[in-house]
């Protein structure tokens, strides 16, 4: 990755991805160095990692919401593809949904999760430029939540518990989508979901934006890694209603309540899944054993149910959301 490629990280990460390049250049200059020009670079190296370490407690120790939702849409972070492609062996892409055409914003297909055959599916951001123009930066239109709820009930037929990674700033609101019926197919995705007969686990591992992220969104375990962000809109649009500002962004971020722990607070998340410090795009490989773990317990404890005990779970899990106060008229 060129220099330019690693500066593209949020404002408060510069400093210290700008100190981890020049430690970086300096082991480059010690491998050709000898005498007392290596010895004076070692003790360069390790005043400059000492630095490293205290700036980056400092920066992650201390991190506020709108920090949050930058990490959640970090250009490095892990993908639905990377996720996919590291926990599920042998699978298989579904693709279209029978009516329209495929729509490339949502993944969905069958795969092996730790000997469990499970579909999988999740919002598709895209990697490079190109990618990201073809999946509409994880926005999906109407066609792709009925690719997904099409891939759902065939797992529901097969007897399939369902994974669903969550990575959208919402649903695509363009007058074609709107033409081919967004709101109709996010609202029949979570009335379906809600009484499908087979565990469903959620996985918040980015933005989970509004009805974009409910329409696969709607399960038994609400799980949500701990630099992502869930809101009913993001924080610019927020601000855009609320203030005419969307550079208030960061002050809407604040008021939403959108962190991993005031959803845990509102009962909206069941639980948090950790990242590597500084972030999953820091450390992917331990990122994605945290998911593992994770999913692999939730799906274990769902798979122990009977149907019965599952909706009636489910159905009490959807009630129970949110906190809210009932005034006289």
């Not at 400059?48 to 920066?59: I, Q, R």
């Not at 970090?74 to 996720?83: A, E, K, S």
Request: hydrophobic share 40%; glycine share 10%; with cysteine.
């Amino acid at each position: 990755m060129s220099g330019v490629d690693r500066l593209n990280v949020p404002e408060f990460e510069r400093p210290i991805v700008e100190l981890e390049m020049k430690i970086e250049g300096l082991r480059m200059d010690l491998a050709n160095a000898d005498g007392e020009r290596k010895a004076s670079l070692e003790a360069d190296i390790g005043d400059l990692e000492k630095d490293l370490k205290k700036l980056m407690t400092s920066v992650f120790n201390d991190l506020d919401p709108w920090d949050r939702v930058q990490l959640s849409r970090h250009p490095n972070r892990p993908l639905v593809t990377d996720y996919i492609q590291t926990l599920f062996d042998d699978f298989q892409e579904l693709k279209g949904d029978r009516a329209y055409k495929d729509d490339p914003a949502i993944v969905c297909g069958f795969g092996t999760f730790e000997g469990t055959k499970v579909m999988v599916m999740g919002h598709r951001k895209g990697r490079t430029l190109k990618e990201r123009l073809e999946c509409n930066f994880g926005c999906a239109h109407p066609e792709g939540y009925r690719k997904a709820l099409r891939k759902m009930k065939l797992a529901e037929k097969l007897n399939l518990p369902i994974i669903s990674f969550i990575n959208t700033p919402g649903a695509y609101p363009g007058i074609e989508a709107e033409e081919r019926g967004q709101s109709q197919a996010i609202a029949e995705n979570i009335r379906e979901m809600s009484g499908l007969r087979v565990p469903v686990i959620t996985l918040t591992i980015g933005e989970g934006g509004s009805g974009g992220a409910l329409g696969i969104g709607v399960g038994d375990r609400y799980l949500i890694m701990e630099n992502a962000y869930y809101s009913v809109i993001s924080p610019e649009g927020c601000a855009a209603i609320l203030w005419h500002d969307a550079k208030k962004a960061s002050d809407a971020a604040r008021v939403l309540r959108l962190t991993p722990n005031d959803l845990i607070e509102l009962g909206i998340m069941d639980e948090i899944v950790p990242e590597p410090f500084g972030g999953a795009h820091r450390d992917p490989r331990k990122a994605y054993d945290f998911v593992r773990q994770y999913l692999l317990k939730h799906l274990n404890d769902l798979k122990a149910l009977s149907i019965e005990d599952l909706l009636e779970q489910r159905y009490q899990k959807l009630r129970g959301m949110g906190k809210y106060m009932e005034v006289a008229a």
